[in-house]
């Protein structure tokens, strides 16, 4: 599910307005995708880490939430977690006018409820014939 979730975020990181967004798994390993941001790698993975801390603390102290933003300056911070622990982060745009709004709801949406995709399952390879000739 981890690469799917992944491959699923490259696909729609594309909405305009995200300037960096990003993933944290429950074995705490990340997936970033940085359009737009001046902020580093390790940067980004740090608040990936501390929201999804916070989402973690909220909940052992009975105050379960869901969905987190903060709003800065030059950017808002989106959060979203699933009930398996995976957490979707952005950073956006604060300027409406440069942010779609609707396809940001959309993507936060569908995150909520994705599904795991079956996997191709291999096929065996047929074993070779003992069959003697001739």
Known sequence: MKEQLNQWLSQHAQIAGIQACGLR???QTTFTEVREFEFTLEALENAWRCVADLFQVARHHGCPAAYLRWSFDQSNLYCLTRPDG???MAFVT???NELDSVGLQAMFEEFQHLEPQPQPTETPAAAPS???GG
Do not use: A, Y
Request: glycine share 8%.
């Open 130 to 132: 003992e069959s003697g």
């Open 25 to 27: 798994h429950p074995d």
């Open 94 to 96: 604060p300027k409406p």
């Open 86 to 88: 995976t957490c979707l």
